[in-house]
């Protein structure tokens, strides 16, 4: 495990949370990321629970701001992670553009560099195309 982990530090920490000028935080190359790595956020598998509006309304403020702000949503649901947010991805701070550097694999189970992404570049992310939320 140790050095599962110091193999991680020395060749694949790629990103880290900084300012964004489009909303912010964001997350910013800082290690030059290959067109084509898909190993930029955690491997651990994020499971979701379907939160309707209702439920989220109910929620004291604090937890509410965290489900508005974080979680994507349908017409009717937050999809929230069932871990809640006392740990939290670095892929959740990731921004919108209409010209995104990153592309959704599986509906969010990786993130797949669609260019070669410069260190202090920030990483963006296609929102309409991230997940399926017609469900």
């Not at 990731?94 to 995104?100: E, G, I, R, V, Y």
């Not at 560099?113 to 920030?122: F, K, M, P, R, S």
Request: glycine share 6%; with cysteine.
């Amino acid at each position: 495990m140790k050095q599962d982990l110091i193999n991680e530090l020395q060749n694949e920490t790629y990103a880290a949370l900084a300012p964004s000028s489009l909303h912010g935080i964001g997350v910013v190359a800082i290690k030059k990321i290959p067109k084509g790595t898909r190993n930029i956020f955690s491997t651990s598998p994020i499971n979701w629970e379907l939160l309707s509006f209702e439920e989220v309304e109910q929620l004291p403020t604090h937890s509410k701001y965290l489900v508005e702000n974080f979680c994507l949503f349908n017409d009717t649901h937050y999809y929230v992670p069932q871990q809640g947010f006392k740990v939290m991805d670095l892929c959740y701070y990731l921004n919108h553009s209409d010209s995104p550097n990153l592309v959704s694999i599986n509906e969010g189970e990786f993130f797949e560099a669609i260019c070669d992404i410069e260190v202090g570049t920030e990483l963006l992310i296609d929102y309409g195309t991230l997940v399926n939320l017609d469900e």
